[in-house]
């Protein structure tokens, strides 16, 4: 049997960067037909690790739209040395195009870039995601008009329930997404692998006072429903036409009493039997189709 031909042309510069021996923080086991590499924890941080005011960014889906976006700063992309480069082509082009370095490395200082997480063969250290104050976003409501729509995510713990809520939240049309500055998960990377990638598109604006906030969308003429499982009135009896603000509570301390005070209306969803109560993420899901099912 003929091994297969190399149809690469090797006279063609690589899309890659290289940074010398990728064995060099690698230590291997004693001698045989099967070597496995075993990575040096310390010494593959310090090589390739983020450093201060930097994030690691795993995953394709992670990267590819975090490149999209463009809001991120990129110091540099990992790639697996054993992963498939076709598989990556994309996503190595707009490095190029952009001039972010890409260091293939071996999978195994991957895992320690990011221990526990399905990386996928590639990482990229990255700046944080920008974060406006919401003052921006009330400028932009003065443009916008009518039929605005805010979503305002208060107290929120689990990153995987905000980047499913901020995921949904783009499907559904949402304007804007208010988070809490303080005493809730912020936009880290786990954020952005839950939306799969959709957190670097997202209209994020941060909040210092959210009860100041909704008196302040009260007066710019919006109606402001909280979502809580106590609420007397159904979600399927609102009216979501005009501005609406939505707040969807967190998932142990629901609305805070300030804040809940500030609420028009509060509106629950009715319960067959048995539980009394969704996931955060699926309350406010349900919630955010019901506005878009009213706007048409």
């Given at each position: 049997m003929t091994s297969p031909k190399n149809t690469r042309?090797?006279?063609?510069?690589?899309?890659?960067?290289?940074?010398?021996?990728?064995?060099?923080?690698?230590?291997?086991?004693?001698?045989?037909?099967?070597?496995?590499?075993?990575?040096?924890?310390?010494?593959?941080?310090e090589a390739h690790g983020p450093g201060a005011g930097q994030e690691v960014l795993a995953g394709v889906h992670c990267v590819r739209e975090a490149l999209k976006a463009g809001r991120r700063r990129f110091h540099r992309i990992h790639i697996a040395d054993t992963t498939s480069r076709d598989r990556l082509r994309t996503i190595i082009g707009q490095a190029g195009q952009l001039k972010i370095a890409v260091v293939p490395l071996p999978p195994e200082v991957l895992d320690q870039l990011c221990p526990d997480v399905r990386h996928q063969g590639i990482v990229a250290?990255?700046?944080?995601?920008?974060?406006?104050?919401?003052?921006?976003?009330?400028?932009?409501?003065?443009?916008?008009?009518?039929?605005?729509?805010?979503?305002?995510?208060?107290?929120?713990?689990?990153?995987?329930?905000l980047g499913a809520l901020i995921r949904t939240a783009l499907c559904a049309g949402v304007d804007h997404i208010l988070l809490p500055k303080d005493r809730a998960v912020s936009p880290t990377p786990a954020v952005s692998r839950a939306s799969a990638g959709a957190l670097e598109?997202?209209?994020?604006?941060?909040?210092?006072?959210?009860?100041?906030?909704?008196?302040?969308?009260?007066?710019?003429?919006?109606?402001?429903?909280?979502?809580?499982?106590?609420?007397?009135?159904?979600?399927?009896?609102?009216?979501?036409?005009?501005?609406?603000a939505l707040v969807v509570g967190g998932e142990h301390k629901g609305i805070r009493p300030l804040v809940k005070k500030e609420c028009d209306f509060l509106l629950s969803l009715p319960m067959a039997r048995g539980v009394t109560s969704l996931n955060a993420s699926v309350a406010g899901g349900i919630a955010m189709y019901e506005v878009l099912r009213q706007r048409g």
């Amino acid at each position: 049997m003929t091994s297969p031909k190399n149809t690469r042309d090797r006279g063609k510069k690589p899309p890659f960067k290289k940074t010398g021996d990728l064995r060099e923080n690698i230590a291997y086991k004693a001698p045989g037909a099967n070597k496995k590499r075993v990575v040096k924890k310390t010494e593959a941080m310090e090589a390739h690790g983020p450093g201060a005011g930097q994030e690691v960014l795993a995953g394709v889906h992670c990267v590819r739209e975090a490149l999209k976006a463009g809001r991120r700063r990129f110091h540099r992309i990992h790639i697996a040395d054993t992963t498939s480069r076709d598989r990556l082509r994309t996503i190595i082009g707009q490095a190029g195009q952009l001039k972010i370095a890409v260091v293939p490395l071996p999978p195994e200082v991957l895992d320690q870039l990011c221990p526990d997480v399905r990386h996928q063969g590639i990482v990229a250290i990255v700046g944080p995601l920008p974060l406006p104050k919401a003052d921006t976003a009330l400028q932009k409501m003065d443009l916008e008009g009518k039929n605005t729509f805010i979503l305002i995510l208060e107290s929120m713990e689990d990153p995987h329930n905000l980047g499913a809520l901020i995921r949904t939240a783009l499907c559904a049309g949402v304007d804007h997404i208010l988070l809490p500055k303080d005493r809730a998960v912020s936009p880290t990377p786990a954020v952005s692998r839950a939306s799969a990638g959709a957190l670097e598109h997202a209209p994020l604006y941060s909040v210092t006072n959210t009860t100041t906030l909704l008196r302040s969308l009260k007066k710019k003429g919006f109606w402001v429903a909280g979502l809580d499982a106590a609420g007397e009135q159904s979600l399927f009896q609102a009216d979501f036409t005009g501005n609406i603000a939505l707040v969807v509570g967190g998932e142990h301390k629901g609305i805070r009493p300030l804040v809940k005070k500030e609420c028009d209306f509060l509106l629950s969803l009715p319960m067959a039997r048995g539980v009394t109560s969704l996931n955060a993420s699926v309350a406010g899901g349900i919630a955010m189709y019901e506005v878009l099912r009213q706007r048409g």
